[in-house]
């Protein structure tokens, strides 16, 4: 088998994988070893901007912060945005190559193929280990012609498999075996060893049934992984509402839209000892809050239309008549203007939206898509700090010319924007009442001081500070220093066929404050 690469699958979505390679990717990096992520293929809604300006999954771009190296969108070559229940935009080495469905993606799949194999050739050429994430289960008979993201993958690329279950789910030799019995006797042979993930409890009430995994399919397990409680790390897709600290003084509310995309952005708030941050469903009323955030969407006008449908478009009026606070991140930004034109149909059917009418803009959705990481200052009632993050996004949203001031939070002499970019751009809009901050940018809460200046222009006076990128860099250390513990390393070096001398964390994790 190919010797530096070793390829993570799991029994489930959801079973661990990204955390594993994350802390595998770590640990590798400590021994001095050039290590880089992969995913073949990806199917997620939480995307970020490479180095090289292309667009991954988040995971990989963690995963590849936990190798100390740029992102690149080698690292994720096939990443799929579902926009509808059958249609979904594919990205190739972090491009747009196009909406398809199921159909269309089926017939689309040698070359994406093709291109999966050249990033990770290319990867392998500048590497020592390759650590690859498969997607879903290897089990999921109906997927498995021209499969690329599992064992379709790791035959062609003849690399060995370990594959991950949550024992927390229950289940787990049912999940392990029955996982292993639908392989092929070539799937199964490149298998060499089984993680169980998030055990609570006496281990030694475990091993019984350990030794009888053992005995039944001849594969060792590596490690048992104990459950990791208040751990963050940036979430694939599904929305974590988990809150680490207790005091909750400030309400902030996201609406959970049907295409949410990168609610990642909200993280900082979630860690945050000050802030309620709720993810609100759209089928109920949204709770009183003092700041409310439309997040983005990979479908704008369908979103739009499911928010206009549950009444949230009165209560938001509502709520910015009693004095509270609107951001629109994104899709949500777009949803505060006026119109949503799809000339193309890039998001679904051909078509024009109106929006919500509190920002005197207009949106046209546009094939190209706007892909680059950015700097520059936030300038809100004549204050401003530094800001970054990364646009990501077709649209392209410029003020009306002229119009009726049809709402108080119109404001169509006002063209100013919000953030003034170093590379001399401009971004956002700020309504004249200072009620409503629009912007293309995701990512502004990830610096604290842009986060606390957003949060004191939004009503809340604190000083305390989440540094998302230390939240992130203490959650990578915490997962490896635990893999470090629990896993047989020895036979991990093995299973890379490369000679690792493992090295303990010289830093020791420390708790964040947040």
């Given at each position: 088998m190919l010797s530096g690469t070793l390829m993570v699958q799991g029994t489930t979505s959801d079973a661990g994988k990204s955390v594993l390679v994350t802390a595998l990717c770590r640990l590798l990096?400590?021994?001095?070893?050039?290590?880089?992520?992969?995913?073949?293929?990806?199917?997620?809604?939480?995307?970020?901007?490479?180095e090289d300006n292309g667009e991954i999954g988040r995971a990989q771009a963690l995963q590849a912060q936990a190798c100390h190296i740029p992102s690149h969108s080698d690292m994720n070559p096939v990443l799929i945005k579902p926009s509808s229940d059958t249609g979904a935009q594919i990205i190739v080495q972090g491009k747009v190559m196009g909406e398809m469905n199921a159909q269309n993606f089926h017939q689309f799949k040698p070359r994406?193929?093709?291109?999966?194999?050249?990033?990770?050739?290319?990867?392998h050429s500048r590497h020592e280990a390759i650590i690859i994430e498969g997607a879903g289960s290897p089990a999921e008979i109906n997927l498995r012609e021209g499969d690329i993201a599992n064992m379709g993958f790791a035959e062609k690329a003849d690399c060995p498999v370990i594959i991950i279950a949550d024992i927390d789910k229950?289940?787990?030799?049912?999940?392990?075996?029955?996982?292993?019995?639908?392989?092929?006797?070539?799937?199964?042979?490149?298998?060499?060893?089984?993680?169980?993930?998030?055990?609570?409890?006496?281990?030694?009430?475990?091993?019984?049934?350990?030794?009888?995994?053992?005995e039944r399919t001849n594969i060792p397990v590596l490690g048992v992984l104990p459950y990791l409680h208040d751990l963050y790390l940036d979430a694939e897709d599904a929305i974590d509402t988990q809150q680490l600290t207790s005091s909750k003084r400030f309400k902030v509310v996201v609406p959970v839209l049907p295409r949410i995309s990168n609610h990642t952005?909200?993280?900082?708030?979630?860690?945050?000892?000050?802030?309620?941050?709720?993810?609100?469903?759209?089928?109920?009323?949204?709770?009183?809050c003092d700041?409310?955030?439309?997040?983005?969407?990979?479908?704008?006008?369908?979103?739009?239309?499911?928010?206009?449908?549950?009444?949230?478009?009165?209560?938001?009026?509502?709520?910015?008549?009693?004095?509270?606070?609107?951001?629109?991140?994104?899709?949500?930004?777009?949803?505060?203007?006026?119109?949503?034109?799809?000339?193309?149909?890039?998001?679904?059917?051909?078509?024009?939206?109106?929006?919500?009418?509190?920002?005197?803009?207009?949106?046209?959705?546009?094939?190209?898509?706007?892909?680059?990481n950015k700097t520059g200052h936030l300038i809100i009632e004549n204050a401003s700090c530094?800001?970054?993050?990364?646009?990501?996004?077709?649209?392209?949203?410029?003020?009306?010319?002229?119009r009726n001031n049809e709402t108080h939070h119109m404001a169509p002499n006002n063209n100013a924007a919000a953030i003034a970019f170093?590379?001399?751009?401009?971004?956002?809009?700020?309504?004249?009442?200072?009620?409503?901050?629009?912007?293309?940018?995701?990512?502004?809460?990830?610096?604290?001081e842009a986060t606390n200046f957003i949060l004191q222009w939004a009503g809340l006076t604190t000083t305390r500070q989440v540094d998302i990128k230390d939240v992130r860099e203490q959650a990578i250390n915490r997962v490896a220093d635990l893999a470090g513990q629990?896993?047989?390393?020895?036979?991990?070096?093995?299973?890379?066929?490369?000679?690792?001398?493992?090295?303990?964390?010289?830093?020791?994790?420390?708790?964040?404050?947040?």
């Open positions: 990096s400590r021994a001095n070893i050039s290590v880089a992520p992969f995913k073949p293929q990806n199917m997620a809604l939480n995307s970020a901007v490479t994406a193929k093709d291109a999966v194999f050249d990033s990770f050739n290319r990867l229950g289940g787990v030799f049912a999940h392990l075996v029955g996982t292993l019995e639908l392989l092929s006797p070539s799937e199964r042979a490149r298998v060499k060893g089984f993680v169980i993930n998030k055990f609570r409890g006496d281990i030694q009430l475990l091993n019984p049934g350990l030794e009888w995994l053992h952005d909200f993280d900082a708030l979630r860690l945050h000892s000050d802030i309620d941050l709720q993810f609100a469903p759209i089928t109920a009323p949204p709770p009183p700041l409310l955030i439309l997040p983005g969407s990979k479908n704008v006008r369908g979103d739009i239309e499911y928010l206009k449908q549950y009444q949230w478009d009165q209560a938001i009026a509502k709520h910015l008549r009693y004095g509270g606070k609107l951001i629109g991140i994104c899709g949500g930004y777009q949803m505060l203007g006026h119109s949503i034109d799809d000339p193309l149909g890039i998001e679904g059917k051909p078509g024009s939206s109106p929006g919500l009418n509190f920002l005197p803009l207009s949106t046209t959705l546009t094939k190209n898509k706007a892909l680059s530094p800001i970054s993050g990364y646009e990501i996004h077709h649209g392209i949203t410029t003020p009306l010319a002229s170093s590379d001399g751009s401009y971004d956002g809009h700020v309504s004249d009442d200072n009620l409503i901050f629009g912007t293309y940018l995701h990512g502004l809460f990830d610096n604290a629990h896993l047989d390393l020895d036979k991990l070096s093995d299973i890379l066929a490369l000679p690792i001398t493992f090295k303990e964390n010289t830093q020791p994790t420390t708790e964040c404050l947040v």
